[in-house]
């Protein structure tokens, strides 16, 4: 099924009908899809004989939100259809793609997950509800963290936070976190902001062109230090929790590139400087509650100390 779309059963044995529309809005259900929410069910058991349930249900729903609802109701939900990636050995992060209309649209999933806590749907409508909203997590990763957060998922939240590094927490106004009612979810985020921030300025600082003299250019020494102390002090002043440090200071290769040695000593710095920035914290699995960020971080360091 392609969502959104009207729900329609072309063989209904039951009645459900909008008493929030004026007049009131009724849809033809079949009462054993009814049945897929325990709340139904269990009104349908204490209510048998005689009663007026035998024919029409009254709810307190809009009739575009019971549409919503009596779809999941009667129909199975399709797992998202991934594209296949071309190149699935590259280096290069690629984010997931789909078949265009596989995926329920985002502005539906809230809704859709309301409804599925509210009437006691089953998991595994939950289950297929949430794959649909992970393939949400790069587009609107603060929407998705804040759902994740509230109910509790959070190998989710970490998803989202990855796509939460930028742009700097600062550009978002008090009206945009309203998506997070969870303080100690956007305090999270925070601390990993401030972790990688921090960590990819001091290992920046501390990482030298000719460690311990090696590998230094007797001709060029001076002058490659100091383009390297020059452009290290550029890019600290700019650095941002999704900076790549390892990649504006690759810029320097090319213009070291007429002497093979000092090319080859900044070709070797750049990739160890790489490697140290790639074990810092992408997202906010692994966040100990009872740590500070500087106590993060100085566990997260302590792995390069000589």
């Not at 849809?27 to 029409?56: H, N, Q």
């Not at 020059?230 to 790549?244: G, H, S, W, Y």
Request: charged share 25%; hydrophobic share 40%.
């Amino acid at each position: 099924m392609s969502w959104p779309a009207a729900f329609h059963c072309s063989e209904a044995d039951f009645f459900v009908r909008s008493t929030r529309e004026d007049p009131p809005v009724t849809f033809g259900v079949l009462r054993k899809a009814l049945s897929g929410s325990d709340v139904f069910r269990d009104m349908f058991d204490c209510c048998e004989g005689g009663s007026t349930l035998d024919e029409v249900l009254d709810l307190e729903e809009s009739a575009d939100t019971l549409s919503i609802l009596l779809s999941l109701l009667h129909t199975k939900i399709d797992p998202p259809e991934h594209i296949p990636n071309p190149k699935p050995y590259g280096t290069a992060i690629r984010a997931e793609q789909y078949e265009p209309g596989s995926v329920i649209p985002f502005p539906l999933l809230p809704t859709m997950l309301r409804l599925v806590d509210k009437y006691a749907l089953s998991e595994t409508v939950q289950r297929s509800l949430l794959a649909h909203l992970s393939c949400h997590t790069a587009a609107y990763p603060l929407e998705v963290y804040g759902y994740a957060t509230e109910h509790g998922l959070r190998d989710l939240a970490a998803d989202a936070s990855m796509h939460l590094l930028h742009p700097p927490l600062s550009s978002y106004s008090p009206n945009d976190l309203k998506v997070i009612p969870v303080p100690e979810a956007w305090h999270e985020l925070v601390l990993l902001h401030e972790v990688r921030i921090r960590g990819l300025r001091r290992l920046l600082l501390a990482e030298e062109i000719f460690p311990c003299g090696y590998g230094q250019c007797s001709s060029h020494k001076d002058k490659t230090l100091s383009l390297w102390k020059q452009r290290k002090n550029e890019i600290i002043l700019r650095v941002e929790a999704a900076t790549d440090v390892a990649a504006e200071m690759g810029s320097l290769q090319q213009e070291l590139s007429s002497c093979k040695t000092c090319h080859k000593a900044c070709t070797a710095a750049v990739e160890m400087l790489s490697y140290k920035c790639r074990r810092l914290p992408k997202s906010i699995y692994g966040i100990d509650a009872n740590k500070t960020g500087e106590e993060w971080l100085s566990e997260i360091l302590s792995q390069f100390a000589a």
